[in-house]
């Protein structure tokens, strides 16, 4: 098992930019793939984006494919979360969790989560 703590959330206007990072602890954390994952008030929670365990695979939502970039620092237990030409509608918490080794677009697949960080796009 892992723990995760995100940050860098806040309050930009459209068109801006916010890196998140996803801190981890525990000694097997280059094990595990993690993935950012968001829920926005009254909907369900949404894949975003995630990385394999040694940053060789990574996945995007539709929605974000082209605008972030996800990567991973494993001497510093950190993924990144890189969002470029922020829209209103990317407006929700979002969460990083982890699983082993392999990226998934499930939410059910990740056992491991933090507790999320408030990203508010403004128009």
């Known amino acids: 098992q892992v723990q995760l703590v995100e940050s860098g959330g806040g309050l930009v206007q459209a068109g801006g930019s916010l890196r998140l990072s996803c801190a981890a602890s525990g000694r097997t954390f280059n094990n595990y793939a993690v993935g950012w994952l968001r829920q926005a008030p009254g909907k369900e929670r949404e894949f975003v984006a995630a990385?394999?365990?040694?940053?060789?695979?990574?996945d995007y939502a539709d929605s974000v494919r082209g605008r972030f970039t996800i990567s991973r620092d494993n001497g510093k237990k950190t993924v990144y979360l890189q969002m470029n030409s922020l829209k209103p509608e990317d407006t929700a918490v979002y969460h990083c969790?982890?699983?082993?080794?392999?990226?998934?677009?499930?939410?059910?697949?990740?056992?491991?989560w933090g507790q999320g960080t408030q990203v508010t796009v403004s128009s």
């Open positions: 969790a982890a699983r082993e080794f392999y990226v998934s677009d499930h939410a059910g697949d990740y056992a491991s």
């Open positions: 990385i394999s365990w040694l940053g060789r695979t990574t």
